[in-house]
């Protein structure tokens, strides 16, 4: 008898970046493949690519000082919420590490309100 699949709840990633950051220029690439494979490997995923000073009501009062940015939440929470090094091993690992915490079971993260408002407005998205 097999064990029965875990459900899968929709993945919600974003990154927060800025039009001046070549670093999050070179970064987008990295970000939209891995939503891609995670697409691909059956995920329900959003992915959203936000520029904190294009989308500022967006953000809110969140304070970002480092770039790239990633938030990672799903129906249970947010999973992660900080600066990545961009390269895209690190952000596979992150993503399978998020995905695999909800499989078992593990709590969300605890994060500040400004997060918590932005993953809100995101879910709702």
Do not use: K, N
């Amino acid at each position: 008898m097999s064990a029965s699949p875990v459900p899968r709840s929709r993945l919600t990633i974003a990154c927060l970046c800025a039009a001046w950051c070549r670093t999050c220029d070179a970064y987008r690439e990295v970000f939209d493949a891995a939503a891609a494979e995670s697409r691909a490997g059956g995920r329900a995923v959003s992915a959203h690519w936000i520029d904190i000073e294009d989308q500022a009501a967006l953000v809110g009062d969140l304070d970002v000082e480092t770039f790239p940015t990633l938030l990672v939440l799903d129906a249970g929470g947010v999973r992660f919420f900080g600066p990545l090094e961009p390269q895209p091993e690190t952000l596979r690992r992150m993503l399978r590490s998020a995905v695999e915490a909800a499989a078992a079971g593990v709590g969300p993260a605890a994060v500040a309100p400004a997060v918590s408002a932005l993953a809100e407005r995101l879910a709702g998205r």
